[in-house]
């Protein structure tokens, strides 16, 4: 089916580097699998918004379970060029999670986009957290001076607002160990955002992959308690991702014809019974969500496509019923207009 770009330059031009950035990602991972996996490279899905009339996507999904956990590069472009009464002009993004099966190579997120308003205005989501079940402070110290690296002037409020982005208050707990998100992020007299944006995805992504290559090479003794401790963490990821995540309750919000890929950041099976157990730690009505959620799952908390729609269905239905909710979720030192911008 073919699909309608959106008509800017802008967004031919952030479509060109979210674009770039998903096939260096995809490229590196499907070398890690020929390395170490069972050489199964990822597979390519695609997705319409309103039958391709108002832009989508496509998504690379990883085959090699040997290898990987779950794992899923996501770009995106919707606009409603034709629909002046929209506030938003065009969305063009890149998202991706990788969690890998070994306990001791860590997990990573990165989001990368760009939002283009209809007075002409723009500005860009920069984001990028390791995430680890088992913490390496080796892992953690590259990570995060990669960011630094690349980041200049502008690491020390990324890395503030990733801090307080993915904290999760009612846990005592935090998702990572090394955030960077830069919201409204616009251009100053020194940088240009677009090669800021390309150059930052680049750093991460090949500092990730560096970091997997070695945990592969290396971190090969896996016991059962490492397995427990990376079920645990991923617990908490599914908790942070459905329950507090802005992003994600944004994305399914604004409509229903990319929830597989919206989901791809879950992990493949999570401990129900401590799931449950945190829904006595948040506040009305999250309570209700977190046993909904929860009650969704098999008793062996797996995670697959079908438990993916329900789950979706179930966070879309609870802020339909709970709008003031959706105040209790993260956010950085802004709070972005999303839902506004899409339905305005």
């Given at each position: 089916m073919?699909i309608?770009?959106?008509?800017?330059?802008?967004?031919t031009?952030?479509?060109y580097?979210?674009?770039?950035?998903?096939?260096?990602f995809?490229?590196?991972l499907?070398?890690?699998?020929?390395?170490?996996?069972?050489?199964?490279?990822?597979?390519?899905?695609?997705?319409?918004?309103?039958?391709?009339?108002h832009?989508?996507?496509?998504?690379?999904?990883?085959?090699?379970?040997?290898l990987?956990?779950?794992?899923?590069?996501n770009?995106?472009?919707?606009?409603?060029?034709?629909?002046?009464?929209k506030?938003?002009k065009?969305?063009?993004?890149?998202s991706t999670?990788?969690h890998?099966?070994?306990?001791?190579?860590p997990s990573?997120?990165?989001?990368?986009?760009?939002?283009?308003?209809?007075?002409?205005?723009f500005?860009?989501?920069?984001?990028?957290?390791?995430?680890?079940?088992?913490?390496?402070?080796?892992d953690?110290?590259?990570?995060?001076?990669?960011?630094?690296?690349?980041?200049?002037?502008?690491?020390?409020?990324a890395?503030?607002?990733?801090?307080?982005?993915?904290?999760?208050?009612?846990?005592?707990?935090t998702?990572?160990?090394?955030?960077?998100?830069?919201?409204?992020?616009?251009?100053?007299?020194?940088?240009?955002?677009?090669?800021?944006?390309?150059?930052?995805?680049?750093?991460?992504?090949?500092?990730y992959?560096?970091?997997?290559?070695?945990?592969?090479?290396t971190?090969?003794?896996?016991s059962?308690?490492?397995?427990?401790?990376?079920?645990t963490?991923?617990?908490?990821?599914f908790?942070q991702?459905?329950?507090?995540?802005?992003?994600?309750t944004?994305?399914?919000?604004?409509?229903?014809?990319?929830d597989?890929?919206?989901?791809?950041?879950l992990?493949s099976?999570?401990?129900?019974?401590?799931?449950?157990?945190?829904?006595?730690?948040?506040?009305?009505?999250?309570?209700?969500?977190v046993?909904?959620?929860?009650?969704?799952?098999?008793?062996?908390?797996?995670?697959d496509?079908?438990t993916?729609?329900?789950?979706?269905?179930?966070?879309?239905?609870?802020?339909k019923?709970?709008?003031?909710?959706?105040?209790?979720?993260?956010?950085?030192?802004?709070?972005?207009?999303?839902?506004?911008?899409?339905?305005?």
């Amino acid at each position: 089916m073919d699909i309608v770009l959106a008509s800017s330059q802008n967004a031919t031009k952030a479509l060109y580097i979210v674009g770039h950035l998903q096939q260096r990602f995809v490229n590196k991972l499907n070398q890690l699998s020929k390395t170490y996996g069972s050489d199964k490279p990822f597979d390519e899905i695609s997705w319409s918004r309103d039958g391709g009339l108002h832009g989508g996507g496509n998504r690379f999904e990883v085959r090699d379970l040997e290898l990987f956990n779950t794992a899923s590069v996501n770009v995106s472009q919707v606009h409603y060029d034709e629909l002046p009464e929209k506030n938003l002009k065009s969305a063009t993004a890149i998202s991706t999670i990788i969690h890998p099966k070994n306990p001791h190579a860590p997990s990573v997120h990165i989001h990368i986009s760009l939002t283009e308003l209809r007075d002409g205005s723009f500005y860009w989501r920069l984001m990028a957290d390791l995430n680890p079940s088992i913490i390496n402070e080796e892992d953690k110290v590259k990570f995060t001076e990669a960011m630094k690296k690349v980041a200049g002037d502008t690491f020390n409020e990324a890395q503030q607002q990733g801090d307080k982005y993915f904290n999760v208050p009612a846990l005592g707990k935090t998702r990572g160990v090394s955030h960077f998100y830069l919201e409204n992020y616009t251009a100053t007299q020194e940088v240009n955002e677009f090669a800021f944006a390309q150059l930052f995805g680049e750093q991460v992504i090949d500092t990730y992959i560096d970091i997997l290559d070695n945990a592969f090479e290396t971190r090969k003794s896996i016991s059962k308690e490492d397995e427990e401790l990376q079920l645990t963490y991923h617990t908490l990821y599914f908790f942070q991702v459905l329950t507090l995540d802005r992003g994600t309750t944004s994305g399914l919000m604004v409509h229903n014809q990319n929830d597989l890929g919206i989901m791809g950041s879950l992990p493949s099976r999570v401990n129900k019974k401590l799931l449950l157990s945190w829904s006595e730690k948040v506040q009305k009505p999250q309570d209700t969500l977190v046993i909904s959620l929860a009650e969704c799952l098999n008793e062996e908390g797996i995670v697959d496509e079908q438990t993916k729609l329900k789950l979706a269905n179930i966070v879309r239905e609870h802020y339909k019923t709970y709008p003031q909710a959706l105040s209790l979720q993260a956010s950085g030192n802004t709070v972005p207009n999303t839902l506004t911008n899409h339905n305005k």
